[in-house]
């Protein structure tokens, strides 16, 4: 006979362990994603249509741009010109203020400290650089100025386009060509309709006081560094400093409140403002009716009137005055 250590070896060798289960947080993630792609179909869609509206409008606005001599602007004669070899500074801060927002919209499914909720924060992102762009397209082909970048120069062979061949060219937008060199999609800087709204939403719903102000100096370096290598003339910086910012106030107002995801807080789902006032009004109207705010108090109350109600049973008795 075999002995029983020896076949307890060979099935050994003849079975492999079963492969490890992925963690847990790997599972909350995947449903959350497959939630969120479930919900927010409709509104992503509705963010890519209004992103292509975008580009096809700026697209368009080329074949419109007429190259003519560089405006007098007073920030181009403050602030030194970097030149065309030293444009890309602008562009990595710029890449590097999109790419931390990025990560720190996502850090709720990978550090423990949960404050918001990402898809809710990008939902209200998205809603802004919509109406902020679309406010842009009205701007820049209300009034066509002569481009200030190097290749919107009269001589540049990108400064104007020819007439389109056929409708492809306009509705394909010469992706990304047309993107990089477009000419005539000046007021206002979309640069800085991105950098705005990130540093906006990070001042409300950050938690680090030092990274909050980092934060505003770097979105003013990024108006500089735009202005000094001649991408848009100093007007087109500040109105889109004003513009975002009330267009975020508006549009924040409108949207429902964020709920906090801190240990302590019952909050499940967003509050909307008109909830949030109803609710005040209720309060407010149980206050001067003498009732606790409190369903659950049945504690008696002392009117103004010498009268004392019991809130149980609703008898009234009269209080004897010496």
Known sequence: MVPLTRLLQFHSRRISPAPPLPPLWFWGITRRIISCSADCRGRIEAIHICSYIHGLAAHGVHYLHRPGPTLQDLGFMILPELGKERGYISETLFTFIFLTFVLWTFHPFILQTKRFYTVLIWRRVLAFLCASQFL????????QLPGPNYHCRKGSPLARLPPPQNAAEIFLINFPKGV??????????????????????????????????????????????????????????VVAWYTVNLVVFFVD???TELPDRSVGSTSV?????????????EENTRLLNGNSMDSADRRPRTQMNGKQIENESHVDSETVKS
């Not at 705005?196 to 909050?212: A, D, H, M």
Request: some cysteine.
């Open 180 to 237: 990089i060199y477009g000419c005539g999609d000046l007021i206002f800087s979309s640069h800085m309709i991105f950098t705005l709204v990130f540093v906006i939403t990070y001042q409300k719903y950050g938690s680090i006081r030092f990274c909050k102000m980092l934060a505003w100096c770097i979105a003013i370096a990024q108006s500089l560094l735009i202005i000094s290598s001649r991408k848009h003339y100093s007007v087109d910086v």
């Open 269 to 281: 789902l967003p509050v909307s403002a008109k909830d949030k006032d109803t609710k005040l009004k």
């Open 136 to 143: 842009r397209i009205i701007t820049f082909y209300a009034t």
């Open 253 to 255: 107002k409108k949207l």
